[in-house]
């Protein structure tokens, strides 16, 4: 017999199969699961990412797990051409990509978070303006990943939380906009914490952050269901999302305080 979460599971896998989803920064970490999942899902994808090589093996594991169709596009996301990313017709877009940072004291370096902003907010705008005449034939969703760092100060990531902050304040006035507009296309901001994503930016706060992180493999079948089930927000590790969110909103200094006491502080380079 079947528990809920299974059932609920079945339900998103009919939903999925055969439908037109892109994925972008889907060469490693959360994004090369979730194509993972749709592959197994039965959907026809598109991934993108920088690396030609590790989108291949991704390809290749996708046909091999059931993909309807698997297609790829490599290059860097702020020099892409947003229609060279899109299928014939589109039902669900992940916006995934991220541009690399470091974790540590910001030294005033304008010309990097002018970077990131053309990575991390810019592509997600051009991809999303780009697709949305498809979504709104088909009635579907635009899924941005975001992250904690984007709802609530951190000390160490000054350039990144910048950018993830502009993506909450884009979708969630998009939002509003296609409700005007009577477009049935649901916009999804998923707001993570920390994930074990394996990459290289993971790795590198890993000695600071005390808590344990999330495994890669749930959290990107959490970021699917949320898109099918077309949710305005995911917050996930659930718990350790959501209280840091409710404390910002009652009791702001205690939370500024207690993100700088998880932390070991001492160990964060200040070149």
Known sequence: VLSNHGKLLCVIMKMLKGKRVIVTGASSGIGEQMAYHLARMGSHILITARTEVKLQKVSTQCRELGAASIHYVSGSMENMSPQSCLLGGLDMLILNHVGSTHFGYFKGDIEHPRKLLEINVLSYVAMTVSALPMLK?????VVAVSSLAGKVGNPFTVPYSTTKFALDGFFSSLRQMLIVENANVSITLCVLGYINTGKA???????????KPAPKEECALEIIKSGALRQR????????VTIPLILRDWVP?????????????EKVERT
């Open 137 to 141: 034939e088909s009635r579907g969703s």
């Open 201 to 211: 930016a993971m790795k590198a706060v890993s000695h600071v952050i005390c808590n």
């Open 233 to 240: 927000e995911l917050h996930y590790p659930y718990i350790s």
């Open 253 to 265: 200094d205690f939370l500024d305080a207690l993100t700088r006491n998880i932390m070991d502080i």
